[in-house]
């Protein structure tokens, strides 16, 4: 535990990429040995680098809709571990949407972290970014459609951006089969009863 907790403290303090970052370093993630539940994501977005707390904002209520769990549970270090592709906020890019997560940050960071999180039960790739990294480049569409045939205790998602929500309405087979298959591995990950998560 000392250990996570110390390479934990020094990627909160990381600034390896400070002068590639618009609002500056500050290095967003959630972790504990005891999590079950593993969330990669893409990257913070500049409501999340305010507030020092992943997810907390409109993505973050569509993604615990999806996974049917509270804001508690989500955001209890013992149970929900969050790692993203990059800690830190990466700024727009000049076309609109923000920039891809820092390179360099996944390598160094989730190396060291992950290993330290024995308990893990279930990881769920959210966004391109971190399916990407997970499966190979490629089009996230396909690998998030294949969740039939996909381990047990890795999931594909799309990010849960406002975006998402034509692709929801084009896609039903995401609200009616990949969404309980989700609530109901979640639950299991977290030992949750579905009806109290």
């Keep these: 535990m000392a250990a996570l907790d110390d390479i934990a403290t020094a990627a909160r303090a990381c600034t390896l990429c400070a002068a590639e970052l618009p609002l500056g370093p500050r290095p967003v993630l959630q972790v504990s040995a005891t999590a079950r539940l593993l969330i990669t994501s893409q990257a913070p977005g500049t409501k999340v680098h305010l507030s020092g ?29 969050i ?58 569409a396909p690998v998030v459609a294949g969740f039939r045939d996909a381990p047990a205790d890795v999931m594909a998602l799309p990010h849960p951006s406002w975006r998402t929500l034509g692709w929801e309405r084009r896609t039903p087979w995401f609200v009616d089969e990949l969404l309980p298959l989700l609530r109901s591995r979640v639950a299991a990950a977290l030992e949750l009863p579905q009806e109290l998560s």
Excluded at 56 to 80: E, K, N, Q
Excluded at 89 to 117: E, K, N, S, T
């Design 53 to 81: 707390r992943p997810f907390t904002d409109a993505s973050g209520d569509r993604l615990r809709a999806w996974l049917g769990i509270s804001a508690d549970v989500f955001y209890d270090a013992s149970r929900v571990a």
């Design 83 to 140: 790692l993203p592709m990059g800690l830190c906020y990466p700024g727009v890019l000049a076309r609109g949407g923000d920039r891809p997560p820092m390179p360099i940050c996944a390598p160094i960071w989730h190396p060291r972290l992950l290993p330290l999180m024995p308990q893990l039960r279930l990881t769920l790739l959210v966004g391109s970014y971190a399916i990407a990294r997970r499966f190979g480049p490629g089009s996230m």
